[in-house]
C-alpha cells in the first residue's frame, strides 16, 4: 500500500484510476483549493439540520454486555448529577424539620411537614403513617416518597364531580371519591398497608409558593451555573428521602419512590442517581417518545446523546414497575419495555422489571396503576408474601385544603427565599465548594481532574472517539504543496468534518499541527498563495491540517443555530452546545491524528477557536503534545445570551476559563491575549501541584503567527 505522502504526491489522474480515488466530488475547485464538497456535492453533517427537541425519537440500545453497561452506566449517572448541578453533591445542611398537626384517621394518620432542603428554601407535604406505629415500639415500615407530578393543585388536587363522574363512567376510577381525589387515595392505601409515606410539594404547587413553578431559572447565568428548576426539585427531593430516612420508624433500607408524569420524571431521576432507594415505580412517563414538556423536567446537558429509557435503566437490576397509558407513553411495550427486559437480562433479574400499558385511558394514575404499584412494593420492599393488592373504598375526610402545612402556629418560615435571593445563595455556596477543590500536590490535583474533568467531559458530552472513518482522502496541489481533503466522522454518527491537511513535497509530516480558526480552512491560500506560518509549518516537516469545525466554512448553518428562546435547556438539553459541538470536531481530528501514527500531536487555536483547542487539550489528555491558544481576553461570566455561540452550560459554575486550562496541567502549553481572562491563579496552582510550571507560558498580548510558529517548531 502507498505511504500518505507517496500517494499524495502521486499526479491526480493517477488517484482517480488507482483504486485512491475519493468517494467526493471531483471536478472545479473554483479559488479555494481546499474546498471539499465540489460541483453539486453539499455537506452531509447532520447537524447543520434541525436540533433534536423533547418531542423527538428516544430509542435505547442495549449494550452488548453488563460489562460495556456499567461503564456506560458510570458515565450516564455522572452526567444526570452534573446536569442537575449536584455534581458534586452539595453540602447537606440541617432539615430542622417541622412536624406537626396530626390529624388521626384510625388506620391511619396523617401530619403536616416542612424542612429546608437548602438555607431559606423549604420543602412541605404531607406524611402518612400506618396507625398500628403507636402501639408497637421499634416498627420499622417501609417507606415510600410520593411526587405529585403536574396535576392542579399538586397534593391539593381536587379533579371536581365532573371529571370524577367521566372516570367512575369509564371504569378509571372505582367510585366518585377516587375520582376526585385520587392524589389522596395513593398515600392514604399505603399508609393502610403498613407504609410510611411522605407526599411532598412540587416547587410552585400546593404550599410551595416562594418560587412560581416554570420560573426563575431562564438566563444565561442559570445556565452557565446549572440552575434549574429541574435542578432544584431533583434537589428537593434527595432531601425529602433523607427526611424520609430519618424517621425513627422507617427502615431505611426498604425506601421505594413512585409518581406520575413530571412526578414520575423525579422518580426516575431519584432511582438514577440515589442509591438509597431499593425500588421505584415511575408512572406514565417513561418512554422513547416525548421526554417531559415542563422547564422543572428539562435541564441543559440532561438528555445529550440519551434518553428516558436508557435513564430508567440506571436502577437495573433493583426492582422497578412501570405504567404507560394513551399518551406519549402508548408504545412502551414494544419500544422501550424490551431493551429494559434485556438490560435486566445482563444481571439475571428479568423479574425485577416490570411494564403494563392500559391504552384504553388517557394520561393518569389510576385505580389500575396504582393497584399494580402497591402490588409491586409489597412485593419488593416488605417481608410478606406475594399478593395481588386491591384499593380499598377511600373516604378524603379531610378537605383538601385542611392538609396545608402552613397556619397561624406554623406561618411561613421568615427566611424563606425567592428565586433571585436562592439563586445567589446557590452561587455562593457552589463557589466555596469549588474553590476547595484548588490544588495544592499531586493528590489535590488528581481530586481536581476528577472531579472538573469529569464535569468537563459531560458540559462537551464527548471524549476521544475510539474510531474515526474518512471520506476521501481527495487530492490537489496548490502553491508547491500537497493537499488532501476529506470529511471525517465518527464511526456510528452522522457528524461530516470537512478537512485539508497540508504537506510540503519530500516531506514524512509525522508531525501533525491541527489549526483551529474561526474562518475555517478558506483563509489558508490568498490568491493562490500559501499563508507564510502554513508554508512555515510545512517545510518544517510538519503536516497541517485545518478543519471547518461546526458552524463554519463549508459546515457552516444554512439558517443559523438554533436556540429556544423562551427557555434554551430545551435545545441544551438534547443537544451539544455550538463550543461543545466544535470541541467534539477538535477530539476527532485528534483521534484521527492518532490513527495515522503521528509521533506528535500539535493544537493551535485562534480567536474564539483559541477557547476550543483548550477544552479539547483538557479532555484529551497526554494525546496533545503541545497547545497554542489565543485566549481572545474572553471571559465566560461575560455571556449575556442563552444563544451566544460561547454559551457552554455550566462552565461558570465550574472554574470558567481558568479551570480548563489547569486542566491541562502539565501538558505544555502556549497561551496569549489573556489579558482580562482571569485564567492564572488555578491554571499556575495545576501546573505548580503538577510539577510542571514551566510547561505553561503565558502572554497577556496576542501574538502573532510567526511567533506561535516559532515556539511549536523549537
Known amino acids: 500500500m502507498l505511504s500518505r505522502r507517496d500517494a499524495l504526491a502521486l499526479p491526480l489522474a493517477t488517484l482517480a484510476s488507482g483504486g485512491l480515488r475519493p468517494p467526493l466530488a471531483s471536478g472545479a ?31 435505547f440500545v442495549v449494550p452488548k454486555t453488563k460489562e460495556a453497561w456499567e461503564a456506560r452506566r458510570k458515565q450516564l449517572r455522572e452526567q444526570m448529577l452534573v446536569a442537575t448541578g449536584l455534581w458534586p453533591m452539595p453540602e447537606k445542611t440541617p432539615l430542622n424539620a417541622v412536624v406537626h398537626g396530626k390529624i388521626d384517621k384510625g388506620e391511619y394518620t396523617i401530619e403536616k411537614v416542612y424542612f429546608a432542603s437548602a438555607p431559606g428554601h423549604y420543602v412541605s407535604g404531607n406524611l402518612y403513617r400506618p396507625a398500628v406505629m403507636d402501639e408497637k415500639e421499634n416498627v420499622k415500615h417501609p417507606g415510600v416518597l410520593f411526587a405529585h407530578g403536574h396535576w392542579a393543585g399538586g397534593r391539593f388536587h381536587d379533579d371536581g364531580e365532573a371529571a370524577a363522574k367521566k372516570s367512575v363512567d369509564t371504569k378509571s376510577e372505582p367510585d366518585m371519591d377516587r375520582g376526585r381525589y385520587f392524589m389522596q387515595a395513593l398515600p392514604v392505601t399505603l399508609a393502610k398497608l403498613g407504609f410510611v409515606v411522605f407526599q411532598y410539594d412540587m416547587i410552585g404547587y ?18 452557565l451555573r446549572l440552575q434549574s428548576q429541574m435542578g432544584l426539585q431533583t434537589w428537593n427531593s434527595v432531601r425529602a428521602l433523607d427526611f424520609l430516612a430519618s424517621l425513627p420508624d422507617v427502615d431505611p433500607k426498604k425506601l ?102 392500559w391504552l384504553e385511558y388517557g394520561h393518569q394514575y389510576n385505580v389500575h396503576a396504582r393497584e399494580m404499584m402497591y402490588t409491586w412494593f409489597w412485593q ?32 411561613r418560615p421568615k427566611d424563606e427565599l425567592d428565586a433571585k435571593a436562592l439563586r445567589t445563595a446557590m452561587t455562593k455556596a457552589s463557589d466555596e465548594q469549588m474553590a476547595k477543590l484548588t490544588p495544592k500536590d499531586a493528590a489535590g490535583l488528581k481530586e481536581y481532574q476528577r ?140 483521534a484521527y491524528s492518532k490513527t495515522m501514527k503521528a509521533k506528535a500531536i500539535h493544537l493551535v487555536g485562534w480567536g474564539s477557536f483559541g477557547i476550543v483547542a483548550i477544552l479539547a487539550k483538557a479532555l484529551a489528555g497526554d494525546a496533545v503534545t503541545k497547545v497554542a491558544a489565543d485566549l481572545n481576553q474572553f471571559h465566560f461570566e461575560s455571556i449575556d445570551k442563552t444563544d451566544d455561540p460561547m454559551m457552554l452550560p455550566g462552565a461558570v459554575k465550574y472554574g470558567g476559563l ?28 495545576a501546573y505548580e501541584a503538577a510539577g510542571a510550571a514551566n510547561k505553561l507560558t503565558r502572554s497577556d498580548v496576542k501574538l502573532d503567527a510567526a511567533k506561535v510558529v516559532e515556539w511549536l517548531v523549537k
Open 29 to 59: 475547485e473554483g479559488d479555494d483549493p481546499t474546498r471539499v464538497f465540489t460541483g453539486d456535492k453539499k455537506p452531509t453533517d447532520v447537524r447543520l439540520g434541525a436540533p433534536k427537541t423533547l418531542n423527538d425519537y428516544f430509542p
Open 451 to 590: 472531579v472538573i474533568g469529569t464535569a468537563l467531559r459531560v458540559m462537551v458530552n464527548s471524549e476521544l472517539p475510539a474510531k474515526v472513518t474518512m471520506q476521501g482522502p481527495f487530492a490537489a496541489r496548490a502553491d508547491e504543496l500537497h493537499l488532501a481533503r476529506s470529511v471525517l466522522s465518527r464511526a456510528g454518527e452522522k457528524d461530516a468534518v470537512p478537512v485539508c491537511e497540508v504537506l510540503h513535497p519530500g516531506c514524512d509530516g509525522d508531525t501533525h499541527v491541527i489549526w483551529l480558526h474561526p474562518e475555517g480552512k478558506s483563509g489558508l491560500f490568498v490568491n493562490g498563495k500559501a499563508l507564510p506560518e502554513l508554508r512555515a509549518l510545512a517545510k518544517a516537516d510538519r503536516t497541517v491540517i485545518v478543519p471547518d469545525l461546526l458552524g463554519v466554512g463549508e459546515n457552516a448553518f444554512p439558517k443559523g443555530w438554533p436556540v429556544d428562546k423562551g427557555f434554551a435547556s430545551y435545545t441544551y438539553g438534547y443537544n451539544r452546545s455550538l463550543l461543545a459541538n466544535r470541541v467534539h470536531d477538535a477530539l476527532t481530528l485528534i
Open 658 to 685: 481558568g479551570a480548563f486550562l489547569a486542566l491541562c496541567a502539565p501538558g505544555e502549553v502556549l497561551v496569549h491575549n489573556h489579558k482580562g481572562t482571569d485564567t492564572g491563579r488555578i491554571s499556575r496552582a
Open 380 to 411: 419488593h420492599l416488605t417481608k410478606n408474601k406475594p399478593a395481588t393488592v386491591r384499593e380499598r373504598p377511600f373516604k378524603p375526610v379531610v378537605p383538601p385544603k385542611e392538609l396545608s402545612v402552613f397556619d397561624d402556629k406554623h406561618p
Open 206 to 223: 400546593a404550599d410551595s409558593t416562594a418560587i412560581a413553578h416554570r420560573e426563575g431559572f431562564k438566563d444565561a447565568d442559570a445556565e
Open 256 to 357: 421505594g419512590m413512585t409518581g406520575a408524569s413530571g412526578g414520575g420524571t423525579q422518580t426516575f431521576m431519584m432511582a438514577a442517581i440515589d442509591d438509597r432507594l431499593a425500588s421505584a415505580f415511575p408512572a406514565v412517563m417513561v418512554s422513547t417518545g416525548m421526554q417531559g414538556g415542563c422547564v422543572c423536567e428539562n435541564c441543559s446537558l440532561l438528555r445529550v446523546n440519551t434518553g428516558n429509557v436508557e435513564i430508567a435503566g440506571l436502577f437495573a437490576p433493583k426492582p422497578q414497575g412501570m405504567s404507560a397509558a394513551k399518551d406519549w407513553t402508548a408504545e412502551m411495550m414494544t419500544k422501550g419495555y424490551p431493551e429494559l427486559q434485556q438490560l435486566y437480562g445482563l444481571y439475571d433479574a428479568k423479574d425485577q422489571i416490570a411494564v403494563k400499558a
